[in-house]
């Protein structure tokens, strides 16, 4: 197909649907839907989104929806030997506040094993490449699945609590914040107007929640900002904010707030909607 042949409306309308958070493979159904065959509206939306084709063909056959996770349900969850108890619960977004997420024994040995191997916080452009970027200004590190004893024991109560295998997430990140230092409001789904969506996406598909586990407890600040809804989740050692999204939801905006006295340390689990892991 040629360029040519997309009228502006309608690359428009393609543009819109996929950024107000519409799979690929519901995009292809209203395309469908409209009266455009198959192979035409696929060639379009790898067109206006700069997606390869295969990775449109692929989300066509499979529908792109991968797994989702389960929203912890109040006021509390049996996990393995853990109760957790659910405090807060939104719908728009998906959020929890999950408190006795972690012992207290849990979060200083994170710290501990963490503290050695910290570095300079990254996060991905819009080509899919890492780059310190000022809008981050953390240390942090990563843990491979199952690397401690430790790390397996919360990554295997995650997935009980979530009922999502282990191998949808990515490795758990240790992050350190010092006062003034935050992570300004953005999205932990990846874009799929960017160019660099498809590399970011081929492993394990799109990001589809988010724990932030807070294993100490700030003296001022460094709470986690959800300005979309006006909430702010107090960091308070032990306890968790959980959120699941959509591609494209602009709800799940959220911040690390700037610590303002003290020290922040957090855990975060990324999860995807594929095995991330091999
Ligand atoms: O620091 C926080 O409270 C949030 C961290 C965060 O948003 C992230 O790592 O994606």
């Not at 449109?56 to 792109?64: E, P, Q, R, T």
């Not at 998906?94 to 207290?104: F, I, K, N, S």
């Not at 890492?130 to 953390?138: A, G, K, V």
Request: proline share 6%; charged share 25%.
């Amino acid at each position: 197909m040629n360029q040519h042949t997309i009228r502006p409306e309608l690359r428009e309308w393609i543009l819109a649907t996929a950024r107000s958070g519409q799979s690929l493979g519901e995009l292809l159904r209203l395309l469908k839907d409209a009266g455009y065959g198959g192979e035409q509206s696929r060639q379009m939306v790898a067109r206006v989104l700069n997606l390869p084709l295969s990775t449109v063909l692929a989300a066509s056959k499979k529908g792109f929806t991968g797994q989702r996770t389960r929203h912890p349900e109040p006021p509390r969850q049996h996990v393995r030997d853990h109760e957790i108890r659910v405090t807060l619960s939104t719908d728009t977004p998906v959020v929890r506040l999950l408190e006795h997420m972690l012992t207290d024994e849990e979060c200083d040995a994170l710290i501990a094993e963490a503290k050695p191997q910290l570095a300079r916080s990254l996060t991905v452009d819009v080509d899919g490449r890492h780059q310190t970027d000022e809008r981050r200004t953390s240390q942090g590190m990563f843990f491979r699945i199952g690397e401690t004893p430790l790390v397996d024991r919360i990554e295997q109560r995650i997935a009980a609590l979530l009922d999502i295998p282990v191998s949808h997430g990515e490795g758990l990140q240790i992050l350190h914040y010092l006062p003034g230092q935050e992570y300004e409001p953005h999205f932990d789904w990846f874009d799929p107007t960017q160019p660099g969506f498809a590399a970011v996406t081929a492993r394990g598909g799109q990001r589809i929640a988010s724990v932030v586990m807070y294993l100490n407890t700030p003296d001022e600040g460094g709470g986690t900002g959800f300005p979309s809804m006006g909430l702010t989740v107090t960091a308070l050692r032990g306890s968790a904010v959980y959120f699941a999204y959509e591609t494209g939801d602009q709800a799940s905006l959220h911040a690390g707030l700037p610590v303002i006295k003290g020290e922040k340390w957090i855990a975060t689990k990324w999860l995807r909607e594929r095995p991330y892991q091999a």
